[in-house]
């Protein structure tokens, strides 16, 4: 089964955090740290539970803090180049370590971080972690990089700005933090071992900061903690930015080792901060060495220049933000302050891309959507939530605590009171805390039987509730997590019974299944009509016929006529989402096809067509042209360029069986031969093949011509098991005996 990516945001610095003082500016003795081990097996059954397939720790690399771990061998940092207490997760001093502020046992913090990541897997989820490309902290030094691996910065030549051999950018003079010193106050010691922190940073000669400051005076809202490495990009050129790619920039290696070196300990993928500051050669440099050693690994991407949305897609990038689009246009939808008809451009836009779009509400660097500053009422994100869930394949991400109304607006320390839950602090949110941390108190009933209760409430556990069921939702739902989508919006306009400034409607269907759903950012109850046109009947092959309708939010029936152009009624509450499910067949009487008169095994039939794909993919060669496939046994031959070795052999038994498990649905579609897809051969049909033609398609991976009987999904297939193989030197030629086995 094809999974739609789920990914819940989470930083451990901060959900783990049993500690409620919530001190302004506190250090961890004071405010506390949330630690790796207390993500155990109940609360990541817990979170898997919600309907996520992927939990992205964030902050989980050693980056820049006030905090002294020098007794563990562990640098410290001058306090003048670090926001906050606790420090960015974004200003990393040693990309081979873990953040000490994380473990139990800071000299096994390696290994708890190995625990979590099996742990995450044993629960049934798959772990992204950040990966850092365009900076680094101020003081970065790794202590743990391999044996035999250079330093960044170890080898530059400081008297040179711009050199490909030099992993930083350097500026003429020392650095000037005198605007930084003003902007922030007093540093003072705590303890003795401390007084080094708080001693003026020096550096010389300066360097680049992060957000491209090429001189030595960066600025109090500069990235004044971080420093630009250097990519083979010379931005001071006098003619203007040049590029020099050859020879290989040192920063090349040295962060695609990087990228392989957490591949190798069991992530899953990374998210990658500020990818748009990082040249699209280097990430296909990078991206093409990972994936080829590690092919299942996804990376996404901050990328937020919609003109370049599809050279990193191209880079190797599997998912990038939709932030200047998707999302700037729900939080507008969501404050009344834009139609919920603007929707409809927004992924017109990037249409081409939509699988590659990654959606989402919040994340760590926007502001919450219950605080003053974006709406004040997390319920009126709901419809916002299901649009983002429910209108294409691609994936979705939720910020922990947004799924409990988290609102943001304490003043943790450094970033003050801004709508945000802070990166550069120690703290605990509230509601993560009453959800998942607190110790929970007993409650009595009549008969004195105790139950365990948490600290939400109950609009909090309703919000819960809600996101558990749309999460859920999406993968559950053939339609949604693999279906087409038809907008109905321009068949909508505004009338008494829809309102295009609050209400969206769109189709999705898999299949024989439909999925009507229709949102409502109003915070007045509707009633509505929604107009389903011609078109979505002949895009999407529906008939016009009653249905047995249930509503999967409710669990209500009902019997609706589908008629080309006609109306489907909806009731729907303030700030709702309706979604209703029916099942259409098309008899496939209406076509005229040959007569097929095989009797067939149809899981080995459906096999064949998976073997005849997965060759293809493998040796370049064509489908085969003598297959005898029977239910015992059966056998395929092809052509290919050379004699298979043994171990390639076993790749296409295991390869096989990888793609049974993964149950893809097997659909059929009816076409004329003027609509063929371009990706189908029709070179093998017989002289009187029928002008109807009834294609095959094994999920996202095969599409044939066939008019044979077949399982309905892959795992129906049972074990592919390889009998033998016979070689022909003369013909290139391999037959490939197999068996299924039920």
Not at 116 to 124: F, N, S, V, W
Not at 543 to 561: F, H, I, Q
Request: glycine residues 6%; hydrophobic residues 35%; negative net charge.
């Amino acid at each position: 089964m094809k999974e739609k990516v789920l990914i819940y945001q989470v930083l451990p610095r901060l959900f783990g955090n049993k500690n409620a003082n919530r001190k302004e500016n506190g250090t961890i003795e004071e405010n506390g740290c949330g630690k790796l081990n207390h993500f155990n097996d109940t609360i990541l059954a817990r979170i898997h539970d919600m309907g996520f397939t992927h939990i992205w720790y964030t902050g989980v690399i050693r980056h820049a803090t006030q905090t002294n771990y020098s007794s563990y061998g562990i640098p410290t940092q001058h306090a003048e180049v670090v926001k906050g207490k606790a420090g960015s997760p974004y200003a990393i001093t040693d990309y081979y370590d873990i953040d000490p502020d994380l473990a139990e046992n800071v000299s096994m913090r390696m290994a708890e971080w190995e625990s979590l990541i099996e742990r995450t897997h044993k629960a049934g989820m798959k772990v992204i972690m950040d990966f850092v490309p365009n900076h680094v902290a101020r003081e970065y030094h790794s202590i743990c990089k391999p044996a035999g691996v250079r330093d960044l910065g170890e080898d530059d030549d400081k008297n040179m700005h711009f050199s490909t051999k030099n992993n930083f950018y350097y500026a003429w003079g020392d650095l000037d933090l005198n605007d930084v010193r003003q902007s922030k106050p007093e540093f003072k010691a705590y303890a003795e071992k401390d007084a080094a922190i708080y001693e003026p940073y020096v550096e010389s000669p300066a360097r680049a900061t992060g957000n491209d400051r090429f001189d030595n005076r960066p600025g109090c809202n500069d990235w004044y903690e971080t420093v630009k490495l250097n990519y083979g990009i010379d931005y001071c050129d006098a003619s203007g930015r040049s590029y020099h790619y050859e020879p290989l920039p040192s920063t090349w290696g040295k962060m695609t080792d990087i990228l392989l070196y957490w591949a190798s300990k069991g992530v899953d993928g990374f998210r990658c901060d500020m990818a748009e500051m990082v040249p699209t050669a280097f990430w296909s440099y990078a991206t093409q060495i990972l994936k080829s050693r590690y092919p299942e690994i996804i990376v996404i991407g901050e990328v937020y220049d919609p003109c370049q949305y599809r050279n990193y897609v191209k880079a190797g990038f599997d998912y990038l933000y939709d932030k200047v689009g998707m999302y700037d246009c729900l939080r507008g939808v969501i404050r009344g302050k834009r139609p919920a008809s603007s929707i409809t451009h927004e992924w017109q836009e990037v249409d081409d891309i939509r699988d590659h779009m990654l959606y989402f509400l919040e994340n760590h660097d926007e502001q919450r959507i219950a605080s003053d500053f974006f709406c004040g009422d997390a319920m009126k994100a709901i419809p916002a939530a299901a649009m983002s869930l429910f209108f294409q394949k691609n994936p979705f991400m939720l910020y922990s605590g947004q799924e409990f109304g988290e609102r943001g607006m304490d003043k943790e320390g450094f970033s003050g009171v801004d709508g945000r839950t802070t990166i550069f602090d120690y703290w605990s949110p509230v509601t993560l805390a009453q959800a998942y941390q607190h110790a929970l108190p007993k409650t009595v009933n009549k008969t004195g039987a105790g139950r365990q209760t948490d600290g939400l409430t109950p609009e909090q556990k309703y919000l819960a509730a809600t996101y558990r069921q749309m999460l859920r939702l999406a993968n559950e739902e053939k339609a949604i997590r693999e279906g087409d989508t038809f907008d109905l919006m321009y068949v909508n306009p505004g009338s008494d019974h829809f309102d295009p400034r609050t209400n969206f409607a769109f189709l999705r269907k898999k299949g024989e299944e439909v999925l009507l759903v229709v949102l409502n950012f109003s915070i007045d109850a509707r009633e509505l009509g929604v107009c389903i046109p011609g078109h979505a009947f002949d895009f999407l092959h529906l008939p016009e016929e009653e249905v047995s309708v249930t509503e999967l939010w409710s669990g209500g029936r009902r019997k609706v006529e589908l008629k080309k152009d006609g109306i489907f009624p909806v009731s729907i509450e303030a700030n709702g989402v309706r979604i209703y499910k029916f099942n259409v067949k098309m008899e496939e009487s209406e076509f005229i096809l040959n007569e097929h008169h095989k009797e067939e095994f149809p899981p080995a039939h459906t096999a064949e067509h998976l073997l005849n794909q997965l060759m293809v993919r493998m040796f370049g060669c064509e489908r085969s042209r003598n297959a005898h496939i029977e239910r015992k046994k059966s056998k395929m031959t092809f052509v290919i360029d050379h004699k298979p070795s043994r171990q390639e052999e076993k790749e296409i038994e295991a390869e096989m069986n990888r793609l049974i498990e993964a149950d893809m649905p097997v659909t059929y579609e009816f076409v004329d031969r003027d609509h063929i897809p371009a990706d189908v051969k029709l070179d093998r049909l017989p002289e009187d093949a029928s002008e109807t033609l009834r294609l095959v398609r094994i999920g996202d991976y095969d599409v044939c011509p066939c008019i044979g009987k077949h399982v309905r999904s892959t795992a129906q297939i049972g074990k592919f098991v390889m009998l033998g193989t016979n070689w022909d030197e003369a013909s290139h030629s391999l037959r490939i005996r197999f068996k299924i086995v039920q």
